[in-house]
């Protein structure tokens, strides 16, 4: 699907036509910079690579410098595969906000916030022991059983544990577009998007 590369800057609220109030995201989508051309003949699909944000030449690998020097363009931080543009794109050709409306629904997608290693509690939402125990030592957050016995001998799959925690990706689909700032190229959405400030999220047309 055509989409764009953006960053998420914050979050804010805003009005819709009828008064209510919304909690929405503020995210400065491209402008992106066609980077590389795919096509069925050289690499059996039809695609466009968009890249976005600014790298630092020096910190940019001799094989990624000869690929943005072939689309006449800076290095840049983050790239990512779209396809399905009304329009015929060419390298170093710039893809702006323009190609979404108000009003229409997008995926966005997004890596969560890393909470690191982490316990029951925390992680699966588990109560605890509530109470002090009978003599026994640190078991107010502790998981409790996880298995039976000699059969079947072992923990099953899928068992709510202590573990990593966040740093995923996650997509969110049919996040309305609330208003569009071209001169910007901010985009606001209604609701809350993956990641922290300043994390790169994927916009999706529907």
């Known amino acids: 699907m055509p989409g764009l590369i953006g960053k998420k800057i914050g979050m804010t609220s ?20 066609v980077t590389q ?4 003949a050289t690499d059996g699909y039809d695609a466009v690579q968009l890249g976005f944000g600014e790298r630092k030449e020096k910190s940019t ?8 020097k072939k ?21 170093g050709d710039e893809v702006g906000v323009d ?13 969560t916030k890393g909470k690191g290693f982490q316990g029951v509690v925390k992680r ?16 107010l957050r502790a998981p409790g059983s996880v298995g039976a016995a000699s059969y079947p001998a072992r923990v099953f ?20 577009v609330m208003k569009i700032i071209p001169e910007q190229s901010l985009l606001i959405v209604k609701g809350s998007v993956p990641g922290p400030k300043g994390s790169f999220v994927i916009l999706e047309k529907n």
């Open 14 to 33: 805003t009005f819709d036509s009828e008064g209510k109030n919304f909690a929405c995201t503020i995210i400065q989508a491209g402008p992106c910079v």
């Open 37 to 40: 051309v795919k096509t069925g």
């Open 61 to 68: 690998p001799a094989p990624l410098k000869g690929h943005f």
């Open 71 to 91: 689309a006449k363009t800076t290095p840049k931080q983050k790239l990512a595969e779209f396809s399905g543009y009304k329009d015929t794109l060419k390298l």
């Open 99 to 111: 190609i979404f409306f108000e009003g229409e629904f997008i995926d966005v997608v997004g890596k």
């Open 124 to 139: 699966h939402g588990f109560a605890g022991v509530g109470q002090s125990t009978h003599g026994q030592h640190n078991r």
């Open 157 to 176: 799959k899928g068992m709510r544990m202590a573990g990593q925690m966040g740093n995923t990706q996650i997509t969110l689909e049919n996040i309305q």
